[in-house]
């Protein structure tokens, strides 16, 4: 291997971590202690507490907590009952922002709950509760996201929303839905226009046989309170001797959904960047560009902590930023890097990996269902790095966003194994004297935006172009 010039230090980042259990105890004491740091609630602002005390112990600068208002949700009970062709009672979960309801109604099977599915049936929506899985990504290809299947619900004219776990486990799926005003945020513009709740794979597919017998019908009853909140980002730097000004960003969102620990989304993920941010604070003064770590708050609820920061902070100080939703997950060594569409970067990653004998898959394709989005849309280059478990042979998010997400599924050398590409990643961008990318225009942006089928919901919903805040 080439002296890269900086070969000693990543021998101390690799030493430091792979000689330490402080990534795989802080991740155990988030979910074992904290519980599921749902966006809004106590336990996400203790879990903020938490991890802003572990990046003053890890001898970070500027530590701190960046507050922000946002609309929470708290869950009480849900109930569906099949009243037709046969009855049948079913175990559901309200998905968070769902409304109190109680509705009697025609149920429609709306295939993979796609555009062209919705289209196909329009003139039956209207009026009936539909059904379909939450998400359909089967390795290799992409399916529609469940917010995506819900607008669609919404305009097509239904009135509730039965989403399918895409894996068997008799687990029920979770995730947020938007809410019914898109420029506002308070919690009466936040909560959801239509009730969506979340069933199991088991009782999904039931209700689709039970289906075939003829026309079905049902009860179904949601009982939840939106309610006006404050979320935090947790922040720390290792200030830049050189270039101060011009940032490196690292981070995951520490935010879960409720009926979980939140263990491999992202509670991984956000341990990945801090454990990277402990390896890397050995060179305090040493780093030519600012290495700065967040943790994101409230990423479930519609990524309202990376809006904030993305908005707060000055776009053109940003060399890279690096998401690190599903990071630290798997048994290491699947790690893969998803750039936003930014095809002068693609040679930059391939050569590192060819460089350190270190195999890791880099795509690119621009996708707006995780935090590295809101620094999309602002045209600073970016990229979201995570790491596949494929142990349970699970299609889309697997264990993410039911109640299976637990520390038990997390491996402490996935997590070393991340963190330590995550550190030499950010290392390199740190030191390295040019970058291949620069900041995009608007007009650039808004072009790959349309391109991307994203332009329109963005500026109906006032995100583009952006606004700077204070
Ligand atoms: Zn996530």
């Known amino acids: 291997m080439a002296d890269n010039g900086f070969r000693e230090m990543e021998r101390t980042i690799i030493g430091n971590i792979w000689t330490s259990n402080e990534a795989y105890d802080t991740l155990r004491e988030m979910c074992d202690d904290i519980g599921h740091r749902f966006g809004g609630s106590e336990s996400e602002h203790k879990g903020a507490e938490f991890i802003k ?15 922000f208002p ?3 949700w708290e869950r009480g009970e849900a109930s569906l009952k099949l009243t037709a062709p046969v009855e049948r009672d079913f175990s559901c979960v309200a998905l968070p922002y769902c409304p109190s309801a109680d509705l009697n109604a025609e149920l429609l099977h709306v295939g993979d709950g796609e555009l062209a599915d919705f289209e ?3 003139d039956q ?5 539909v059904i379909s899985a939450s998400e359909t990504n089967r390795p290799g290809e992409r399916g529609s ?3 995506d299947k819900y607008n669609w619900a919404v305009e097509h004219g239904a009135i509730g929303y039965i989403y399918i776990n895409q894996n068997p486990g008799l687990l029920h799926i979770t995730g947020s839905i938007p809410g019914r005003d898109p420029n506002g945020e308070g919690a009466a513009a936040r909560e959801a226009p239509i009730p969506a709740v979340g069933v199991s794979w088991e009782s999904g597919s039931m209700i689709l046989r039970l289906l075939e017998r003829g026309v079905g019908k049902v009860e179904l009853k949601t009982n939840n309170r939106t309610y006006d909140s404050k979320s935090f980002n947790v922040i720390g730097e290792i200030v830049g001797t050189e270039k101060p000004n011009e940032v490196v960003l690292m981070g995951g969102h520490f935010d879960g959904h409720d009926i979980a620990q939140g263990a491999g989304d992202d509670g991984a993920g956000a341990v990945t ?14 780093l030519k560009r600012t290495v700065r770590v967040i943790c994101f708050g409230s990423e479930e609820l519609g990524l309202i902590g990376a809006w904030r920061h993305a908005a707060t902070t000055d776009p053109d100080s940003y060399v890279f930023v690096m998401n690190l939703d599903g990071a630290g997950r798997g048994q290491g060594g699947q790690e893969q890097l998803n750039l936003s569409g930014w095809d002068e970067l693609l040679p930059y990653f391939e050569e590192f990996g060819r460089e350190h004998h270190y195999d890791f898959t880099v795509r690119n394709q621009l996708n707006s269902h995780s935090d590295h989005f809101p620094f999309a849309v602002r045209g600073i280059p970016n990229g979201t790095l995570n790491a ?28 070393q194994m991340s963190a330590v590409l995550v ?13 291949p990318a620069k900041r995009r225009s608007v007009d650039e942006v808004r072009q790959q935006l349309d391109e991307a089928g994203l332009l329109a919901r963005l500026e109906s919903s006032g995100r583009f172009p952006p606004q700077q805040q204070t």
């Open 53 to 67: 005390k572990k990046l003053e112990s890890y001898g970070l600068e500027n530590v701190r907590l960046e507050e």
């Open 70 to 72: 946002m609309a929470s």
């Open 120 to 122: 196909r049936v329009a």
């Open 125 to 129: 929506v209207p009026g009936k509760i």
């Open 145 to 147: 996201h469940r917010i």
């Open 273 to 286: 960047g801090m454990e990277a941010a402990r390896a890397l604070a050995a060179f305090k003064g040493k």
């Open 388 to 415: 596949r478990d494929t142990s349970a042979g699970m299609i889309g998010r697997g264990w993410g966003h039911t109640e299976a997400d637990t520390f038990d599924k997390i491996n402490p050398r996935g997590l």
């Open 423 to 435: 550190a030499r990643l950010m290392l390199k961008m740190a030191q390295d004297d040019a970058f």
